[in-house]
């Protein structure tokens, strides 16, 4: 079973739902999940979490992420993209410096309505299946955090734009919103996204990649350890005669582990410090947070499975 995340970069037309279909069926594994949709015609990175990785997905979800999108002004759709159904027209009649203030003013802390075309849920249902439904249903604004916006290119009616935000942003809402403040009307034309935390367009690749690598016996080459997403953690190894209680999941007394990091002797750890639990084999086992009161470390989220 291989354990860790591949950084796969979805190409349009296919849901976050194909690429983890098409990948258990590549890699002959049922235990793949991926950490946050895209919309089909999106394209761009998409971790997806393989074996004892998927007890990543909640944590990548809340990661900060990059995007760069084209926004259309003069129109406004049902689906706050250009795929959906045209619901006004308007002359785009504001300048440059209208759109760069307009942009610029979602810079900061934002209260985002979500779009009925997503996949919240509102009383058991899915907002998508409501509004096929021809339903529309009062949304509450969610408070989002839009950490940069850089204007890319413009060339009106449309502004390229690369966006950095927190988790539960619609970028689609957000070229939404700019077009109804400048008082045309916005949609979204593309959407790549660049960046999920540590994972880059750059490293990221295709389906035919990685079916390539497959076929080469080469996938642990893409293959991201899960670890690796804690590297700023001290790195402890349990000692050979308490290995028992690691693998139970168990608490560990202070002197059950000793330090890993070269010229470390001692590890000084503070309240609810996190840090690294290795095997004595130095296979990765888990995430432990100090707990004072007890002078233990208590687990945090467990990596058990062994590659």
């Known amino acids: 079973m291989y354990n860790g995340i591949i950084n796969i970069h979805k190409e349009a037309g296919f849901t976050s739902h194909d690429v983890v279909a098409k990948m258990r ?21 998409l971790p997806v979490c393989l074996g004892s990785g998927t007890k990543l997905c909640d944590m990548l979800t809340d990661r900060d992420k990059e995007y760069v999108a084209e926004l259309l002004l003069g129109v406004s759709t049902d689906t706050q993209d250009t795929t959906g159904e045209i619901l006004r027209k308007s002359p785009v009649e504001v300048s440059g410096e209208q759109v760069r203030e307009a942009v610029l003013g979602f810079i900061g802390d934002y209260e985002q309505v979500p ?14 299946e409501l509004a096929r439904a021809g339903k529309e249903v009062e949304r509450k604004a969610r408070p989002v955090v839009i950490h940069e916006i850089e204007i890319l290119d413009m060339a009106l009616p449309v502004v390229r734009l690369r966006v950095v935000c927190s988790k539960g942003t619609y970028i689609r809402t957000l070229c939404a919103d700019i077009g109804e403040k400048l008082g045309c009307g916005g949609a979204m034309q593309s959407l790549v996204r660049t960046r999920v935390g540590q994972f880059g367009l750059a490293e990221a690749i295709t389906m035919a990649e990685l079916e390539r690598l497959r076929d080469e016996g080469r996938v642990r080459e893409a293959l991201v350890p899960v670890d690796s997403l804690f590297m ?16 139970n999941g168990n608490r560990l007394g202070e002197d059950f582990v000793e330090a890993m990091d070269a010229g470390t002797d001692t590890l000084c750890p503070e309240a609810g410090q996190w840090i690294r639990v290795y095997r004595e084999d130095g296979s990765f086992a888990g995430i432990y947070g100090y707990d004072m009161s007890e002078r233990q470390y208590a687990p945090v989220k467990m990596f058990l499975e062994r590659d």
Request: hydrophobic residues 35%.
């Open 25 to 45: 069926g590549i890699l002959k594994q049922k235990k793949i999940g991926h950490t946050g949709t895209l919309d089909p015609q999106a394209t761009g990175v």
């Open 115 to 128: 779009p009925m075309y997503s996949a919240l849920k509102v009383n058991g249902k899915k907002l998508y």
């Open 232 to 247: 700023d953690c001290p790195a402890m190894r349990v000692k050979a005669e308490r290995a028992r209680l690691l693998e």
